[in-house]
């Protein structure tokens, strides 16, 4: 897979004063957004299979999470849901969204022992 740059401009010439660094209010339906920043869904699509290949073939190295914090990771992860229940609900029990990245919790019974901050990555 090779990665398809649309727009050969950086980010920030892009988007000029859209273009945010570090933290900023957004409404909680625009907390997990589901679109490609750039409005390149391909290239969205292909980032989302190199996070799945990553996590399945090098999981140590992409994902690592301290000693008792599962109950913290159930509280995002339910969090996680719950967004995406309310604001992403038209994809929510579809095998295959449209969008083709968001998982919604549809894992292999093995991944039902993983970590739930890995889980909750996987939905989105």
Do not use: C
Request: proline residues 6%; aromatic residues 8%; without cysteine.
């Amino acid at each position: 897979m090779g990665f398809v740059m649309i727009d050969e401009r950086a980010p920030w010439q892009r988007l000029g004063f859209k273009l945010k660094l570090g933290l900023r209010a957004r409404s909680e339906a625009e907390w997990l957004p589901s679109n490609d920043l750039f409005g390149n869904q391909a290239a969205r699509a292909e980032q989302i299979g190199l996070k799945a290949k990553l996590l399945a073939k090098q999981h140590q190295d992409v994902f690592s999470a301290m000693p008792n914090t599962n109950a913290a990771g159930d509280e995002v992860l339910a969090m996680v849901r719950q967004h995406l229940t309310t604001y992403h609900n038209d994809h929510a029990h579809n095998d295959h969204p449209p969008d083709n990245y968001r998982h919604y919790d549809r894992m292999a019974p093995a991944d039902a022992g993983l970590h739930p901050l890995d889980r909750a990555a996987r939905l989105v």
